[in-house]
């Protein structure tokens, strides 16, 4: 125990003295925790729509009025003519054009039908789905006001589909304004505190091989475990402490709900930290020199990230992708994260992933322990 | 003299088609100051690295303080001091704070450290600079401070690779009283170096040329077996045998 005592106090005294990498372990994180948390926003709003009302009727006034109403949609043209619509889409002008026909009136109050077009620019698939979906919603309230008005048997018949029969009611749980940040704030939290854990680690034993002290040590009587414990611990701490911020400035400045035990929390992240430290640690233990050991954990962060199902979600991966996500610890993470701070889940429900995460982490030190060799 | 402390037999060194070290055999009494020559690139480091336990003979037998240098490494590691040619101080560190680390490390108890610590300030003369970093310390103090880290423990035997390169003449002739300080309390002391005034402060001496021990014996009698006045001339005549000197 007092071997290891010695080799954490040396570390830290390392850590807080190096000027240069203090503001990178806890001003950056910081910084970035603020920035991506606002700009990694799914929520689309203020699409742009060119309106062509090529009837110029009440009717038609009546629903460019309600779509300008709408949160999701900003007139930014209007005219005539289909061209004018296509000019504005390639210039990126427009997101969506709407196009009402010539006698669109007259044959909705005669015929009591008719059709509009809605052409929507799909180079971003799920922008497109949402504006598909926001148009929809709008212009069947439009056909709700007009069968008020004027007779159940007058409707606008978007896409060969009938006007809403059955009228759909949403309750949103565990997020009830849809607040992206409530979902996205404790994501970037856990990618933040696991980059920086897996960065510092990995590079930590290496170093000391391009310096040379390492020597010095394998010649000491010291024991292999007692080694990695001692890298182990100040990382740990240090991961802690991070995330200590991270959940305060979620709270303070982002106002995400904390329903859930912040103590299961507080455990879940402590196992997780021992997993990214030992898989730091491991990686420093194979390679030789600090570049090959960022770009080994630059590789496998960049894959587990985008696997993680922070920015893409899990259920919509190909089947041997979601297999590939059970080896990604940060998925675990983040899922326990949203459950216990967002859910309230308690330890029975997150058990899986506890007992994943303990496995996996008693395997990676295990592999550091194995790999770190005193005697070459 | 004492009992044997250090010997090798046939000890071997190969990596892949290179032999580093080619079956040397020799013996260390204690507390002797035994000196290990050699150009570079004779393969000294990489004896010195099989006998500190650092790295696998290929083949061959040694024994250090009584234990195998294959399967009883941490045995040997708890009772000897190594001070490696790369600089094994951490520069990002005070003196004091190395003092402490390693002496942590080695197992001292706290006021043992404290008492260490003290001794060795005074002893070195760094009592101005006991809160500086070591990066900060002239290359000579650093090299007489990693010397007494490396026996801080109180080991049977040290080992110094090249403990002297680069410092100044002066700074030298201190280091080698602290070598006489260490030998004189009964610690073996096994030295590499290229000095040859240094070779004769040695007890006795190999020549090491390409992986092979050439003579062993104390510098006099190598002297009259090679008929040169210096070790300089000694080691010239062995190391380049048809060069004129």
Redo the contacts between chains.
């Keep these: 125990m007092r071997i290891i005592y010695y080799l954490v106090k040396k570390e830290l005294l390392q850590i807080f003295r190096n000027k240069g990498m203090l503001p990178i372990i806890f001003v950056i994180p910081i910084i970035q925790l603020v920035i991506l948390s606002n700009a990694a926003d799914f929520e689309i709003k203020n699409l742009k729509l060119y309106f062509i009302d090529n009837d110029h009727s009440a009717f038609s006034r009546l629903l460019q009025s309600k779509l300008e109403g709408s949160q999701y949609f900003m007139i930014t043209g209007s005219g005539l003519g289909s061209q004018n619509g296509d000019a504005a889409m390639q210039n990126d002008l427009a997101d969506l054009v709407i196009e009402l026909p010539r006698g669109f009136e007259k044959k909705l109050m005669r015929e009591g039908f008719d059709k509009i077009q809605l052409r929507i620019n799909a180079i971003d698939g799920t922008k497109a789905g949402l504006a598909s979906i926001y148009a929809s919603e709008v212009i069947s309230d439009y056909n709700r006001e007009i069968r008020d008005r004027y007779g159940a048997s007058r409707s606008l018949i978007l896409d060969h589909t009938e006007g809403n029969k059955i009228e759909i009611t949403y309750s949103n749980w565990y997020n009830p304004d849809l607040n992206y940040k409530t979902f996205m704030v404790p994501g970037i939290l856990v990618l933040l505190v696991t980059m920086i854990g897996a960065f510092l680690s990995s590079m930590n034993i290496v170093r000391e091989k391009e310096i040379g002290t390492i020597e010095q040590i394998n010649v000491t009587p010291i024991k292999k475990h007692q080694f990695i414990i001692g890298k182990l611990f100040p990382f740990w701490l240090l991961g802690l402490v991070e995330l200590s911020i991270g959940f305060l400035i979620a709270w303070l400045v982002f106002e995400v709900p904390f329903i859930g035990n912040i103590f299961l929390l507080y455990g879940f992240a402590a196992l997780y930290l021992l997993l990214i430290l030992g898989m730091g640690l491991f990686i420093s233990t194979l390679t030789q020199t600090q570049q090959q050991a960022m770009f080994i954990s630059w590789f496998f962060l960049v894959v587990f990230i985008l696997m993680s199902g922070l920015f893409t979600a899990i259920e919509n991966m190909p089947v041997w992708a979601q297999k590939v996500t059970l080896f990604n610890p940060i998925r675990y993470f983040i899922e326990v994260v949203r459950m216990v701070m967002l859910k309230g889940s308690g330890l029975f429900e997150v058990r899986w992933h506890i007992l994943i995460v303990l496995l996996y982490a008693i395997a990676l030190n295990g592999l550091a322990v194995f790999r770190y060799r005193k005697t070459v | 003299m004492g009992k044997t402390i250090i010997e090798a037999n046939r000890l071997s060194k190969i990596f892949g088609s290179f032999t580093a070290v080619n079956e040397i055999t020799f013996m260390v009494k204690e507390a002797e100051i035994f000196g290990f020559l050699g150009a570079n690139g004779a393969g000294k480091t990489t004896a010195i690295k099989m006998l ?5 003979p290929t083949s061959g037998e040694a024994q250090v303080a009584g234990f195998d240098v294959y399967n009883q ?2 045995d040997i ?2 009772n ?1 001091g ?1 001070m ?1 040619q ?8 005070t003196v004091t ?1 190395n003092i ?3 002496a ?4 001292l108890s706290r006021s043992r450290i404290k008492e260490k610590t003290s001794e060795l300030v005074q002893k070195l003369d760094l009592g101005k600079v006991q809160n500086a970093l070591i990066k900060s310390l002239p290359l000579g103090w650093r090299q007489k401070l990693a010397f007494s880290v490396a026996i801080i423990h109180d080991p049977k035997i040290v080992f110094l690779d090249e403990p002297t390169s680069g410092v100044d003449p002066i700074t030298r002739r201190q280091f080698w009283e602290l070598i006489y300080e260490a030998a004189y309390q009964g610690i073996t002391v096994f030295v590499t170096t290229h000095y040859m005034d240094e070779a004769e402060y040695c007890d006795r001496i190999s020549m090491m040329v390409d992986g092979k021990i050439q003579a062993l014996d104390t510098p006099e009698l190598l002297k009259k077996q090679f008929d040169a006045s210096t070790m300089h001339e000694v080691f010239v005549k062995m190391a380049r045998p048809h060069e004129k000197i």
């Design positions: 500190t336990g650092l790295l696998s490494t941490e590691k708890r000897i190594y490696s790369r600089f094994s101080l951490y520069e990002d560190l704070e402490e680390f390693y942590g490390i080695y197992g």
